[in-house]
């Protein structure tokens, strides 16, 4: 299976119709959501086409190719104008590997799930990036709306060979093997 992984969409309909774009280019399987989909949170600007009504009705579609875990900045509430589920985290079996899923507000680089696996994903940070720890494959995807520290708006697209970190023109930015 081929997944596209991404973060932090943070209710831009504008970035969220780009991303659905890059999935379907990248003839993906599913369409991985790690959090804060709809609100942009007290601390972050609002992003370019902030909308978070055609966010839902962009995603709502795909509600059968969707995994979506919940973000800080997702509440009940927006279960509400959602079709899918938002679950507290979530695990992918790719071939023999096993890959953690979780927004990245409890768990991070510094700080790795117990029982990550081979592999461990998250946003929250809004910096994309491929790295190794203590033999744990850690990528986070970046943010789809709001990059920080000069980084490009980035997702990741990931299937047997291993993890690639795109930005929004599908340019590979890096690529960590299995």
């Known amino acids: 299976m081929k ?9 831009s309909a504008y970035y969220t119709k780009k991303l659905i774009e890059r999935y379907r280019a990248e003839e993906a399987d599913r369409l991985v959501l790690l959090g804060d989909i709809y609100n942009h949170g007290p601390r972050n600007p609002l992003p370019e086409g902030y909308a978070p009504m055609e966010v839902a009705a962009e995603l709502n579609p795909l509600v059968k190719e969707l995994i979506v875990v919940k973000g800080n900045c997702d ?6 104008i959602s079709d899918f589920e938002f679950v507290s985290e979530a695990v992918l079996c790719v071939g ?21 696996g081979d592999a461990f994903v998250y946003g929250h940070y809004h910096t994309g990036f491929l790295k190794e720890k203590d033999g744990v494959i850690v990528v986070n995807c970046g943010s789809v709306s709001l ?11 990931l299937d047997e060979a291993g993890f690639t970190l795109k930005d929004l023109d599908g340019n590979a930015l890096g690529h960590k093997q299995f």
């Open 147 to 157: 990059p920080k520290e000069g980084t490009a708006r980035s997702y990741v697209l």
């Open 3 to 11: 997944f596209v992984i991404a973060s932090d969409l943070h209710g």
């Open 75 to 80: 509440s009940d509430v927006d279960t509400l």
């Open 96 to 116: 023999k590997r096993t890959v953690f899923l979780q927004h990245g507000d409890r768990f991070s680089i510094q700080n790795l799930p117990k029982n990550c």
